[in-house]
């Protein structure tokens, strides 16, 4: 199974945020990812770094200006 973690990163700090990810969809509000669990976040960032090698999704805030 290729499930991942994603992360949010803020100020230089990464907080886990979902794990065991299957899906992450684009949506017009940001970003709607999904777990084998089934839990779901939306949350309004964007992808910054997908690193396979360890299974870690890096995604940052919108900036809203």
Known sequence: ????????RQNEKEELILKE???ISSQEDGLLMRSIFGEQKNIKARIKEINLTDNKIIIE???NK
Do not use: G, S
């Open 61 to 63: 805030p919108w900036d």
């Open 21 to 23: 990810v299957a899906t």
């Open 1 to 8: 199974m290729c499930e991942t973690n994603v992360y949010l």
